[in-house]
């Protein structure tokens, strides 16, 4: 079936998800059937396409597994945008997206900066801010990010996670602008 319109996209995702259902019911947690679901191929960008985006890194390995957690992102984001995932299980999916951000924001300004400004995180951010390569906008928004991204140690939480406002569509989407606002500006110094 090809799908050639909105009405056909519509009858079509009623029906795959009517069958994805149908298959869960009957297997369950029972992993030892053959219940696998092709996942669409064409969405996730390739390796060499992310490693590109931040080939003014020297290091090669970083490059590649930057790459590779762009991967990773992609098949949240599919996630996300494809399916009807609510409630905490999609905080917590947009939770994961926005530690990836971070991680890779992380070892992104620790490589570019190797050898100019080590220290930690917003030391960094305030070295690019100081020497021009970013605004006081993207420091602002990179620094939040960072602080988000270090609710990864669940023992330092002095609040329950999922009564946080952090894990929203909104600070989704403003993470994810910094994380390209910094490529560019990095890429183009």
């Known amino acids: 079936m090809t799908i050639r319109n909105d009405d056909e996209l519509r009858e079509a995702v009623n029906e795959a998800s009517e069958l994805i259902q149908q298959i869960q019911d009957y297997v369950g947690r029972d992993f030892s059937k053959p219940a696998k679901v092709r996942f669409p191929r064409g969405y996730l960008r390739t390796a060499a396409e992310s490693r590109r985006r931040v080939k003014f890194l020297a290091d090669t390995t970083l490059r590649s597994n930057i790459a590779y957690t762009i991967q990773l992102a992609d098949v949240q984001h599919w ?55 970013i605004d006081t906008e993207l420091k602002t928004d990179i620094d939040w990010l960072w602080d988000i991204r270090n609710n990864m140690h669940l023992f330092q939480l002095d609040d329950i996670e999922w009564s946080s406002t952090h894990y929203t569509i909104a600070n989704h989407n403003r993470a994810v602008r910094a994380f390209r606002k910094l490529l560019v500006a990095l890429g183009a110094s």
Do not use: P, W
Request: net charge positive; with cysteine; proline share 0%.
């Open 79 to 133: 996630i996300l945008n494809r399916t009807d995932l609510s409630g905490i299980a999609r905080e917590m999916v947009i939770k994961l997206q926005m530690f990836l951000l971070g991680t890779i924001i992380e070892s992104v300004t620790k490589n570019y900066l190797h050898g100019r400004c080590g220290g930690n995180f917003c030391r960094r951010t305030q070295y690019l801010l100081d020497n021009c390569l």
